[in-house]
């Protein structure tokens, strides 16, 4: 009977670890990193890359709070943010890229940064609300969505579009997903970008990098959350909630985004390091 015990302890457990192996229900494909935010996900101040191998740095006082999926990080607008790396081999590239992130708020008026990638060379961008006519980022803002793109120098990588109409500062979840591409369009340009929000396409603008195939430039500080930081300082703290953020080396398909938009499930695979201590201690047990 105890063998008996001990096979069906052994039962569940391999259970959980099928289910745990389970593929996630978001794309996978091309994801680079992925911090959920959940309440298992953070230990002290680490926020942990559940997918690739730049765990962040919770920086101030964000709380854990209930989120889109699972937890989430709230923000306080002073001095809160998360340093999540220059992403490694994925930060170093010039490359397509996609961004994603659930956010809440209901913060109009203050400029403030949802995340900002800052490489030296153009292009580098990032995000940011509530910016008035402010360069080198994307911009959403109550009831009209624009694109900025790089410092123009050296060579002259700017450009702007705008189109769309938001309303995401209602205190409510809002998926956001940002794509770089540098194909070449019918519209001009050999860089394309696409905002989607809550899942469909709102924004799209065609950019001229000098005939540089690149989406971004790499990263030369550490990628920032919640913060824009320049050199020696932050500023434009994020007011709000910031839930399940991911980054892939491509540029996500709409019906991707959609995929995105509609998974609820919290990430289920045990923080990295866990499996081989559960094996441990349940070798000890039997
Ligand atoms: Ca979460
Ligand atoms: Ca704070």
Redesign the pocket.
């Given at each position: 009977m105890k063998n008996g015990i001990h096979f069906l302890t052994f039962a569940i457990i391999i259970g959980m670890f099928s289910l745990n192996t389970a593929p996630a229900s978001i794309v996978t494909d091309g994801l680079v990193s992925y911090w959920?935010?959940?309440r298992v996900?953070i230990i002290s101040k680490t926020a942990t890359d559940v997918w690739g191998d730049n765990n962040g740095t919770i920086i101030g006082n964000p709380k854990v709070v209930p989120?889109?999926?699972?937890?989430?990080l709230e923000f306080d607008g002073a001095g809160d943010f998360v340093n999540l790396t220059t992403l490694g081999d994925f930060g170093g590239q010039f490359g397509t890229s996609s961004f994603e992130a659930?956010i809440k708020t209901t913060n109009k008026k203050d400029w403030m940064t949802l995340i900002n990638t800052r490489g030296m060379e153009c292009p580098n961008w990032g995000i940011e609300l509530n910016g008035v006519n402010r360069r080198n980022r994307f911009e959403i803002m109550e009831g009209t969505l624009h694109h900025y793109i790089g410092i123009g120098s050296p060579g002259g990588c700017g450009g702007a579009g705008s189109g769309g109409s938001v309303g995401i500062f209602d205190g409510e979840w809002h998926h956001i997903v940002y794509t770089n591409d540098y194909t070449v369009h019918e519209g001009g340009g050999n860089g394309k970008r696409i905002v989607y929000i809550d899942g469909v396409s709102r924004s799209a603008s065609n950019h001229g990098f000098g005939g540089k195939n690149r989406a971004f430039s790499p990263f030369t500080a550490p990628v920032h959350l919640g913060a824009r930081k320049f050199p020696g300082k932050s500023q434009g703290y994020f007011t709000g909630m910031i839930?399940?953020v991911r980054f892939y080396n491509r540029p996500l398909t709409a019906d991707e985004v959609i995929q995105n938009f509609e998974s609820t499930e919290?990430?289920n695979i045990a923080p990295k390091g866990k499996l081989s201590t559960v094996w441990g201690a349940l070798k000890t047990k039997l």
């Open positions: 959920p935010f959940d996900h989120g889109q999926v699972g937890e989430a659930w839930d399940e919290p990430y």
